[in-house]
């Protein structure tokens, strides 16, 4: 059963899943579709084409499917789309997309502390971690698995790889490979994660055929196109190599190094 607060407003058009929990002085916008189990504790807003899956957990003051802080907007109708068994705690900001029919996407599982922003047409992959105060501005693609420290401010059309970790502070103005540690103002690749690998499963020969990856990408002073033909040749057909070698060839904005 639902247990809405009395002090809450959701509005009638709003659709809530079986056993939602909306606390007291929440707000819940006409287009809003909330998914079962969802639990907002207090204070929380959502508003907009806003879609969440189930059981997703979001702690107060947090703003959800908002309209888009880009100066661009032109109206129409935009659309915040996010999966299932997601935490958003304290004053978490995840404002809705830019142009008509667009979409800011949250997957599924991720962890978003405290203060942390995700702007317009962010697409947020699965088991993503972003800690207090990290932002994401527009345009942003992060990869399952990613890890962005507390304070750490990504740019516009930035692209984060999988598994890679972001320390606290960092300012990333250039996408970060997958599998690798970024750190710095601005941001550089500083070694293999091998933490958030061991975590996440990956094997032995992986690991190893990444370090040497890292090596020809970032300590041989080679051009990104020369340093990722040599990792092809060299280097194990893995599937790690194979998506570094694809993330490497299509970034826009150039490797962190």
Not at 13 to 40: D, F, K, S
Not at 135 to 151: K, P, R, S
Request: proline share 4%; glycine share 10%; with cysteine.
């Amino acid at each position: 059963m639902l247990a809405i607060h009395p002090t809450a407003m959701v509005h009638p058009g709003a659709q809530l899943g079986a056993g939602c929990q909306v606390g007291p002085y929440c707000v819940i916008g006409e287009h809003v579709v909330l998914g079962e189990g969802c639990r907002l504790h207090s204070h929380v807003v959502i508003d907009g084409h806003t879609v969440l899956g189930r059981e997703n957990e979001i702690y107060p003051f947090a703003s959800i499917g908002l309209k888009t802080q880009d100066l661009k907007w032109k109206g129409g109708v935009t659309h915040t789309r996010i999966g299932d068994h997601n935490t958003f705690r304290e004053y978490v900001t995840i404002h809705s997309a830019t142009a008509d029919g667009e979409s800011t996407v949250v997957g599924s599982h991720n962890h978003i502390l405290a203060y942390a922003h995700i702007a317009h047409n962010v697409v947020l992959g699965n088991h993503v971690i972003m800690s207090n105060v990290a932002t994401l501005a527009g345009h942003i693609h992060v990869e399952d698995y990613a890890v962005i420290g507390g304070l750490a401010a990504i740019h516009q059309f930035c692209r984060i790889g999988t598994m890679s970790i972001i320390g606290g502070c960092s300012k990333v103005v250039q996408d970060v490979p997958p599998y690798m540690m970024a750190d710095g103002n601005p941001a550089r690749t500083r070694t293999v994660n091998k933490i958030g690998l061991e975590r996440n499963g990956v094997g032995e020969e992986a690991q190893n055929a990444l370090k040497q990856a890292y090596k020809i990408l970032f300590r041989e002073k080679l051009t990104i196109p020369n340093a990722l033909a040599r990792i092809q040749t060299e280097l194990p057909d893995l599937p790690e190599i194979r998506h570094l070698l694809w993330f490497g060839r299509t970034s826009e904005r150039g490797l962190s190094k």
